[in-house]
């Protein structure tokens, strides 16, 4: 299994970047996905989650209201769409999958797989 990130670099505050989680390796309609970040010196949290079938999302409090959760299971892709960029949304960005919704609404959450990261900086 493969969890591919991109889309990440260097914005200006308020500012917007669009990630993308290519995923091969999996049925990758089986699977709930998610996004956790990790800033230097701080533990890995929750951004955002999407059922298989993109019929349930979940969102940490931080980003309600500026950042989208999408997929495309034809694509076997996952999106993440971030507006409003704030200095605190730096970190490294993850994608993961899990077989349920329950390894991203818990804490610490355990998906069955990750991605290696994207670095998302954003300037004041």
């Known amino acids: 299994v493969q969890l591919q990130a991109s889309g990440g670099g260097l914005v200006q505050a308020g500012g917007s970047l669009r990630l993308s989680c290519a995923a091969s390796g999996l049925t990758f309609s089986n699977y709930a996905m998610g996004w956790f970040r990790q800033a230097p010196g701080k533990d890995r949290e929750f951004v955002a989650a999407?059922?298989?079938?993109?019929?349930?999302?979940d969102y940490a409090d931080s980003v309600k209201g500026r950042f989208t959760i999408s997929r495309d299971n034809a694509k076997n892709t996952m999106y993440l769409e971030m507006n409003s960029l704030k200095p605190e949304d730096t970190a490294v960005y993850y994608c993961a999958a899990a077989d349920t919704m329950r390894p991203f609404l818990t804490t610490p959450g355990f998906p069955d797989y990750w991605g290696k990261g994207t670095q998302v900086t954003v300037s004041s």
């Open positions: 999407i059922s298989w079938g993109g019929g349930s999302i």
